[in-house]
Protein backbone atom coordinates (compact mmCIF):
# COMPACT_ATOMS: atom_id res chain seq x y z
CA UNK A 1 0.00 0.00 0.00
CA UNK A 2 2.84 2.13 0.81
CA UNK A 3 4.72 1.65 -2.21
CA UNK A 4 0.98 2.24 -4.62
CA UNK A 5 1.29 5.63 -2.51
CA UNK A 6 4.61 6.70 -3.39
CA UNK A 7 4.22 5.45 -6.99
CA UNK A 8 1.42 7.35 -7.55
CA UNK A 9 2.84 10.35 -5.64
CA UNK A 10 5.59 9.86 -8.36
CA UNK A 11 3.81 9.83 -11.12
CA UNK A 12 1.65 12.67 -10.39
CA UNK A 13 4.66 15.09 -9.79
CA UNK A 14 5.67 13.69 -13.38
CA UNK A 15 2.81 14.34 -14.94
CA UNK A 16 2.50 17.97 -13.39
CA UNK A 17 6.00 18.67 -14.37
CA UNK A 18 6.19 17.59 -17.86
CA UNK A 19 2.63 19.18 -18.72
CA UNK A 20 3.81 22.71 -17.36
CA UNK A 21 7.02 22.22 -19.27
CA UNK A 22 5.22 21.08 -22.38
CA UNK A 23 2.63 24.20 -22.14
CA UNK A 24 5.44 26.90 -22.53
CA UNK A 25 5.43 28.54 -25.79
CA UNK A 26 9.13 30.45 -25.93
CA UNK A 27 9.69 33.80 -28.55
CA UNK A 28 10.70 33.21 -31.76
CA UNK A 29 11.35 34.60 -35.03
CA UNK A 30 8.88 34.04 -37.71
CA UNK A 31 10.11 36.80 -40.37
CA UNK A 32 13.06 38.22 -40.89
CA UNK A 33 14.84 40.86 -43.36
CA UNK A 34 16.92 39.61 -46.67
CA UNK A 35 19.82 38.35 -46.03
CA UNK A 36 21.97 40.34 -47.12
CA UNK A 37 19.84 43.53 -47.60
CA UNK A 38 20.77 45.72 -50.79
CA UNK A 39 19.88 49.05 -51.17
CA UNK A 40 20.80 51.99 -53.33
CA UNK A 41 22.08 55.43 -52.11
CA UNK A 42 19.64 57.77 -51.76
CA UNK A 43 17.35 54.95 -50.54
CA UNK A 44 14.63 54.45 -47.95
CA UNK A 45 15.39 51.14 -46.49
CA UNK A 46 12.82 49.35 -44.47
CA UNK A 47 13.93 46.64 -41.79
CA UNK A 48 11.26 43.95 -40.54
CA UNK A 49 11.02 41.50 -38.50
CA UNK A 50 7.94 39.35 -37.12
CA UNK A 51 8.81 37.87 -34.45
CA UNK A 52 6.09 35.75 -31.67
CA UNK A 53 6.29 36.37 -28.04
CA UNK A 54 4.57 33.23 -27.02
CA UNK A 55 3.88 32.51 -23.52
CA UNK A 56 6.24 35.81 -22.43
CA UNK A 57 4.06 38.38 -24.39
CA UNK A 58 2.92 40.12 -21.30
CA UNK A 59 6.07 39.94 -20.03
CA UNK A 60 7.66 42.25 -23.34
CA UNK A 61 10.11 44.96 -21.60
CA UNK A 62 11.28 47.16 -25.26
CA UNK A 63 12.81 46.25 -28.48
CA UNK A 64 16.09 47.62 -29.61
CA UNK A 65 17.34 48.30 -32.82
CA UNK A 66 21.11 49.45 -33.59
CA UNK A 67 24.37 48.48 -35.15
CA UNK A 68 25.86 44.75 -34.21
CA UNK A 69 28.64 43.72 -32.96
CA UNK A 70 29.48 40.43 -33.17
CA UNK A 71 29.54 37.62 -30.68
CA UNK A 72 26.26 38.92 -30.17
CA UNK A 73 25.29 42.42 -28.77
CA UNK A 74 24.19 45.72 -29.88
CA UNK A 75 27.31 48.10 -29.98
CA UNK A 76 25.37 51.23 -30.76
CA UNK A 77 21.81 51.55 -30.00
CA UNK A 78 19.81 53.41 -32.31
CA UNK A 79 16.41 53.42 -31.26
CA UNK A 80 14.18 51.71 -28.68
CA UNK A 81 10.74 50.70 -28.35
CA UNK A 82 9.08 50.40 -24.73
CA UNK A 83 5.72 48.20 -24.46
CA UNK A 84 3.53 51.04 -24.53
CA UNK A 85 5.02 51.54 -27.89
CA UNK A 86 6.67 54.39 -27.31
CA UNK A 87 10.08 55.01 -29.72
CA UNK A 88 13.08 57.29 -28.50
CA UNK A 89 15.80 57.94 -30.96
CA UNK A 90 19.57 58.33 -30.74
CA UNK A 91 19.75 62.34 -31.19
CA UNK A 92 22.46 62.30 -33.82
CA UNK A 93 20.42 59.75 -35.74
CA UNK A 94 17.02 61.63 -35.69
CA UNK A 95 17.17 62.28 -39.30
CA UNK A 96 19.01 58.79 -40.50
CA UNK A 97 16.85 56.41 -38.52
CA UNK A 98 12.86 55.86 -37.26
CA UNK A 99 10.04 53.37 -36.45
CA UNK A 100 7.57 52.37 -38.18
CA UNK A 101 6.49 49.18 -36.43
CA UNK A 102 3.20 47.78 -34.53
CA UNK A 103 3.77 46.01 -30.84
CA UNK A 104 0.53 44.97 -31.09
CA UNK A 105 1.04 42.91 -34.05
CA UNK A 106 4.30 42.29 -32.71
CA UNK A 107 5.75 43.45 -35.93
CA UNK A 108 9.11 45.53 -35.53
CA UNK A 109 9.75 47.52 -38.59
CA UNK A 110 12.88 50.19 -38.64
CA UNK A 111 13.43 52.10 -41.35
CA UNK A 112 17.03 54.02 -42.75
CA UNK A 113 16.86 56.98 -44.61
CA UNK A 114 18.55 58.22 -47.24
CA UNK A 115 21.15 55.29 -46.90
CA UNK A 116 24.73 56.34 -47.70
CA UNK A 117 27.94 53.84 -49.01
CA UNK A 118 29.00 54.20 -45.18
CA UNK A 119 25.32 53.00 -44.06
CA UNK A 120 26.89 49.62 -44.81
CA UNK A 121 26.55 47.46 -41.82
CA UNK A 122 25.27 44.90 -39.79
CA UNK A 123 22.16 45.67 -37.85
CA UNK A 124 20.04 43.78 -35.18
CA UNK A 125 17.67 43.85 -32.91
CA UNK A 126 17.01 42.66 -29.46
CA UNK A 127 13.22 41.78 -27.75
CA UNK A 128 13.82 42.19 -24.04
CA UNK A 129 11.53 40.22 -21.91
CA UNK A 130 13.05 41.07 -18.97
CA UNK A 131 15.98 40.21 -16.78
CA UNK A 132 14.66 36.55 -16.06
CA UNK A 133 14.20 35.42 -19.29
CA UNK A 134 16.48 35.12 -22.86
CA UNK A 135 16.50 38.03 -25.10
CA UNK A 136 15.14 37.74 -28.64
CA UNK A 137 17.88 38.46 -31.04
CA UNK A 138 17.93 39.16 -35.16
CA UNK A 139 20.60 40.26 -37.40
CA UNK A 140 21.24 42.09 -40.86
CA UNK A 141 23.69 42.95 -43.40
CA UNK A 142 22.69 45.95 -45.08
CA UNK A 143 24.91 46.43 -48.53
CA UNK A 144 24.55 49.93 -50.24
CA UNK A 145 25.68 50.78 -53.33
CA UNK A 146 25.53 53.63 -55.60
CA UNK A 147 23.38 54.86 -57.88
CA UNK A 148 26.43 55.21 -60.60
CA UNK A 149 27.35 51.34 -60.19
CA UNK A 150 23.84 50.64 -60.72
CA UNK A 151 23.48 52.22 -63.72
CA UNK A 152 26.45 50.60 -65.06
CA UNK A 153 25.71 47.30 -63.68
CA UNK A 154 22.51 47.65 -65.78
CA UNK A 155 23.85 48.80 -68.82
CA UNK A 156 26.60 46.25 -69.30
CA UNK A 157 29.01 46.48 -72.36
CA UNK A 158 27.86 46.55 -75.83
CA UNK A 159 26.68 43.96 -77.45
CA UNK A 160 28.31 42.30 -80.21
CA UNK A 161 26.63 40.57 -83.06
CA UNK A 162 27.51 36.66 -83.21
CA UNK A 163 28.64 34.88 -85.89
CA UNK A 164 25.38 32.96 -87.01
CA UNK A 165 23.57 36.99 -86.94
CA UNK A 166 26.03 38.21 -89.13
CA UNK A 167 25.38 34.94 -91.52
CA UNK A 168 21.66 35.85 -91.17
CA UNK A 169 22.35 39.36 -91.98
CA UNK A 170 24.40 38.41 -94.83
CA UNK A 171 22.06 36.30 -96.23
CA UNK A 172 18.91 38.42 -95.98
CA UNK A 173 21.23 41.47 -98.04
CA UNK A 174 22.23 38.93 -100.85
CA UNK A 175 18.67 37.71 -101.16
CA UNK A 176 17.06 41.34 -101.38
CA UNK A 177 19.64 43.30 -103.30
CA UNK A 178 20.93 41.57 -106.22
CA UNK A 179 24.40 42.25 -108.23
CA UNK A 180 23.87 45.16 -110.92
CA UNK A 181 20.10 45.69 -109.97
CA UNK A 182 18.94 49.92 -109.69
CA UNK A 183 19.30 49.50 -105.90
CA UNK A 184 22.45 48.62 -105.43
CA UNK A 185 24.37 50.48 -108.33
CA UNK A 186 23.09 53.62 -107.06
CA UNK A 187 25.13 55.72 -105.85
CA UNK A 188 25.36 56.61 -101.72
CA UNK A 189 23.08 59.67 -101.25
CA UNK A 190 21.69 60.19 -104.59
CA UNK A 191 17.79 58.95 -105.47
CA UNK A 192 17.10 57.57 -108.04
CA UNK A 193 13.37 58.52 -109.35
CA UNK A 194 10.86 55.74 -110.07
CA UNK A 195 8.88 55.93 -113.48
CA UNK A 196 6.18 57.38 -111.49
CA UNK A 197 8.20 60.18 -110.27
CA UNK A 198 9.86 60.39 -113.87
CA UNK A 199 6.09 60.84 -115.49
CA UNK A 200 5.10 63.29 -112.96
CA UNK A 201 8.40 65.54 -113.75
CA UNK A 202 7.71 65.12 -117.47
CA UNK A 203 4.22 66.33 -116.76
CA UNK A 204 5.57 69.63 -114.92
CA UNK A 205 8.09 70.47 -117.47
CA UNK A 206 5.40 70.41 -120.09
CA UNK A 207 3.29 72.37 -118.25
CA UNK A 208 5.73 75.31 -117.58
CA UNK A 209 6.92 75.24 -121.28
CA UNK A 210 3.49 75.64 -122.07
CA UNK A 211 3.23 78.58 -119.56
CA UNK A 212 6.19 80.21 -121.06
CA UNK A 213 5.16 79.62 -124.82
CA UNK A 214 1.76 81.20 -123.84
CA UNK A 215 3.10 83.98 -122.22
CA UNK A 216 5.12 84.72 -124.99
CA UNK A 217 2.92 84.64 -127.88
CA UNK A 218 0.36 86.89 -125.58
CA UNK A 219 3.11 89.74 -125.38
CA UNK A 220 3.57 89.78 -129.29
CA UNK A 221 0.36 90.04 -130.04
CA UNK A 222 -0.16 92.67 -127.23
CA UNK A 223 3.03 94.74 -128.90
CA UNK A 224 1.76 94.45 -132.43
CA UNK A 225 -2.00 95.72 -131.42
CA UNK A 226 -0.63 98.31 -129.71
CA UNK A 227 1.77 99.65 -132.66
CA UNK A 228 -1.66 98.66 -134.77
CA UNK A 229 -3.92 101.21 -132.82
CA UNK A 230 -0.88 104.06 -132.97
CA UNK A 231 -0.62 104.01 -136.47
CA UNK A 232 -4.53 104.54 -137.10
CA UNK A 233 -4.32 107.07 -134.89
CA UNK A 234 -1.52 109.88 -136.48
CA UNK A 235 -2.17 111.09 -139.89
CA UNK A 236 1.68 111.43 -140.47
CA UNK A 237 1.78 107.74 -140.75
CA UNK A 238 0.17 104.89 -142.65
CA UNK A 239 0.54 100.92 -142.58
CA UNK A 240 1.15 99.22 -145.93
CA UNK A 241 1.08 94.91 -146.14
CA UNK A 242 4.08 93.86 -147.41
CA UNK A 243 4.02 91.05 -149.58
CA UNK A 244 4.85 87.67 -148.22
CA UNK A 245 4.16 88.36 -144.71
CA UNK A 246 0.83 88.03 -142.56
CA UNK A 247 0.93 90.71 -140.40
CA UNK A 248 1.76 94.19 -141.19
CA UNK A 249 5.30 96.35 -141.27
CA UNK A 250 4.75 99.91 -139.96
CA UNK A 251 5.78 102.59 -142.64
CA UNK A 252 6.90 106.59 -141.56
CA UNK A 253 6.97 108.95 -144.24
Known sequence: MRKRSILWICHVVIYCVTGFTQAIVYPRMIAAPKKPTKAYT?????????YNSGDLKDDLYEVVFGIWKSPGFLKTKLVAVNSSGFSLTRPSYESAVGWAGNLTS???????YNVKLEDSKK???????GLQNTPLTGTVQLQVVSGLQAKLRHTGPPKTATTQQRNVTMAVMSTTYEPGSPETSKEPG???PSGESSFKLMVACGVILFGVITLIGVSLWFRRHTENTK???HHYSCCKPV???????????
Request: charge should be negative.
Open 243 to 253: KGLVDYQIVSF
Open 42 to 50: GDTVSLRWH
Open 123 to 129: YGIVVEY
Open 106 to 112: SMAVFEL
Open 231 to 233: CGA
Open 190 to 192: VSV
